[in-house]
């Protein structure tokens, strides 16, 4: 795993200015490869590119980049892993590429000198964000992997295209005339995340999942997609899998045990996230079944029974014989990682999980270099709350008549969700829900409201961003567009479907890669390999979700390994009590923050909304953690940001303060 950068102006400069650029910009990623560090300049076409290297496979120079191809027409800067390099590489070799060393580097530069660029990443199977300069053309093709795993963000100001894994490198270019985005802060405010292709800074762009950019100086950049998720799941319409029971389940298990042990190949230690759940048992499970030693396993936990999943993981590394390491984190080291937040997420990112995400990743550094991750089988295998509720009371809710359901949705909101959270407590243990005030208002909306607009709320954080944002307009996305619907008619399917290509890579998979990079550990995600995916869409929606369980043919996977009584269990959150924290600990800190004079300051936000809804917070009338978390992020980003312009469509005059 490394960390990728670089700009080209397609005119002549300096070889040595150009390199002293590209390694600045580099140097700002030095957490994403602390190993190794090189720039490669072509002064005919003012073009040079930076690479910082975490040392993975083959750990030899022969790994170095940026790396030329052997014929000298190529140069790629590459970040990821690619699984079946060793696969490709005997096809290069029987063609007369002799290959230097034994990285996956070399097989993808070669490959894309051989068969293009197009052809060879539709033949990866792997985690992949590169470009590549075609010296010969003068072309740049910049390519990201086709869940959207690792980042890739680009922006061009006249002549100046600039690119990289991280803002941070684009910021340390000179001639960037940084602008913040105001609607891409519109957009924030709803979904907590900025979604793709927008980031802060008006001008620069995320590169879609499954997308290649080509720029050669005579033309705009054009961006492709040779992988689609549409694609996928119309394929799949047509194909669907007719098999029974136990031969999806053999299918299944089959593809995610080779997914897993291909990305068990490294020269350098390896473990494994494991939260106890379903997703990350089922990865360790198929690790620990192809491995002759124990395999290392990491947990964090709490002391809040609420928040705390660290029993259910050692419960299910002891029955797999993992060798496993568990840390308690006090309150005091969850919220001492606050301050690094804006660091290193480089743009407002208000997911609160960042935070427990960032130690996970911290204690498992401290071990080994790479580490596997359950992340993206909730989207798949149908497991987040929301498609649980919306199977199982779909036909409750169309058998009420509408008068009815507002009657029931009135008298829950009656109540705010402390209320409600505080009520249960009077119910034994085991059947307390956790958030069940939240849940229960989440319902009174699925109640009142049709499936896209449902769905829309249950993502929202703001429900109209744009009156809360001065000057910003939320631009639209896909959850809004009529596509959807034409392309998964049915809703849960949709929700998945959605949720696959924004939430999962602009939320689930951005927070994974920013919190282990952070810290130098290359996380990866086998259950997202595509051929899984595909496979996934293949499937009928009974063996996802089946007799009011969610997940059913995943559980199917793991039962061979782990019994029921260890993994039957409500989900929860990978969370932390940032509703606590705000009342109590962080509260100064919050209200310097949220005070009418600071969401005044730079003219970006209408101040009532927000300090009506940060009274209620504090009084207890209401949990509003994770909407406050959201303004508390993009207020805290542009306190530690220096100075830079918001724009927007009609307000490019605003000076942001710092």
């Known amino acids: 795993m490394c960390g990728i950068t670089g700009f080209v102006s397609f005119e002549p400069a300096p070889e040595q200015a150009l390199l002293a650029r590209a390694t600045a910009m580099a140097d700002t990623l030095l957490h994403r490869g602390p190993d190794a560090g090189a720039s490669w300049a072509d002064p005919d076409a003012g073009f040079a590119t930076g690479h910082r290297r975490l040392s993975i496979v083959d750990l030899s120079a022969a790994g170095a980049q940026p790396m030329v191809s052997q014929f000298g027409r190529f140069v790629i800067s590459y970040n990821g892993e690619v ?118 800074y008006r001008g620069v762009h995320k590169l879609p999942p499954g997308a290649m950019l080509e720029i050669d100086g005579e033309r705009e950049p054009r961006i492709a997609r040779f992988w689609a998720l549409d694609d996928i799941i119309e394929s799949a319409q047509r194909d669907p899998f007719v098999g029974s029971d136990a031969e999806a389940e053999e299918a299944l298990a089959g ?19 494991l939260s106890g759940g379903i997703d990350s048992s089922t990865v360790v499970a198929l690790m ?106 779909r036909p409750y809710l169309a058998a009420v008549p509408a008068p009815m359901r507002r009657v029931a949705a009135g008298a829950i909101r009656a109540l705010p969700p402390g209320v409600w959270n505080r009520a249960q407590r009077l119910a034994p243990r085991r059947m307390r829900a956790p958030n069940l005030g939240e849940k229960l208002h989440k319902l009174a909306g699925v109640m009142l409201q049709d499936e896209d607009q449902t769905y829309l709320q249950l993502l929202s954080q703001f429900q109209n961003p744009n009156e809360l944002v001065n000057g910003g307009t939320e631009p639209p996305t896909i959850i809004a567009s009529p596509q959807a619907k034409r392309v998964v008619p049915d809703y849960v399917e949709r929700m998945q479907y959605l949720d696959t290509v924004t939430y999962l890579p602009d939320d689930i ?19 997202i390999d595509h051929r899984v995916v595909e496979f996934a869409w293949r499937l009928p929606a009974r063996m996802r979700f089946r007799d009011g369980q969610s997940k059913w043919i995943l559980r199917r996977v793991l039962r061979r390994f782990v019994p029921d009584s260890l993994i039957n269990r409500p989900k929860m959150g990978f969370g932390v009590p940032i509703d606590h924290w705000l009342r109590g600990p962080l509260r100064d800190w919050a209200e310097d923050l949220l005070s009418e004079a600071a969401l005044t300051r730079d003219g970006l936000f ?26 508390i992020m993009v207020q805290d980003w542009l306190a530690r940001n220096a100075s830079p312009r918001a724009s927007s469509a009609n307000v490019r005059e605003q000076a942001f303060a710092t």
């Open 288 to 393: 620990q079944s192809r491995s002759a030693r124990a395999v290392r396993t990491f947990s964090i936990g709490f002391e809040e029974e609420e928040y705390n999943e660290a029993h259910f993981a050692k419960a299910v590394a002891a029955h797999l014989g993992t060798d496993h390491t568990e840390l308690y984190v006090t309150h005091d080291e969850a919220r001492d990682v606050i301050p690094r937040l804006t660091e290193i997420y480089d743009e407002p990112f208000a997911d609160s999980s960042q935070i427990p995400t960032y130690l996970i990743s911290a204690l498992t550094r401290r071990y080994v270099t790479v580490a596997l991750s359950g992340d993206g089988g909730d989207e798949l295998f149908c497991g987040y709350n929301r498609y649980f509720h919306a199977q199982s009371l």
């Open 606 to 631: 209408n101040p009532q909304p927000i300090r009506a809804r940060w009274a209620a917070h504090l009084q207890g009338r209401e949990n509003w953690q994770y909407s406050l978390w959201t303004v």
């Open 255 to 273: 593809l995610l045990g080779d997914a897993v042990e291909r990305r068990m190949i490294a020269d350098v230690p390896l473990g494994a996230f």
């Open 509 to 527: 998979l951005t927070k994974v890669d920013r919190a282990s990079m952070a810290v130098s550990l290359e996380a990866r995600v086998p259950i």
């Open 83 to 200: 699984y079946n390099a060793g696969e490709l590489r005997p096809e290069l070799e029987a063609k007369g590429y002799v290959f230097r060393g034994h990285s996956d580097t070399e097989v993808i530069v070669e490959a894309c000198a051989e068969w293009g660029v197009e052809a060879t990443v539709r033949r990866l199977i792997g985690m992949f964000a590169f470009a590549l300069w075609d010296r010969s053309a003068r072309k740049l093709w910049l390519v990201r992997d086709r869940l959207g795993i690792k980042p890739l963000y680009w922006g061009q100001f006249g002549k100046l295209f600039l690119f990289g894994s991280e803002l941070k490198a684009l910021r340390a270019h000179p001639d960037w005339p940084v602008e913040v985005n105001r609607d891409a802060i519109a957009a924030f405010m709803r979904f907590n995340y900025i979604p793709t292709p927008h980031s802060i």
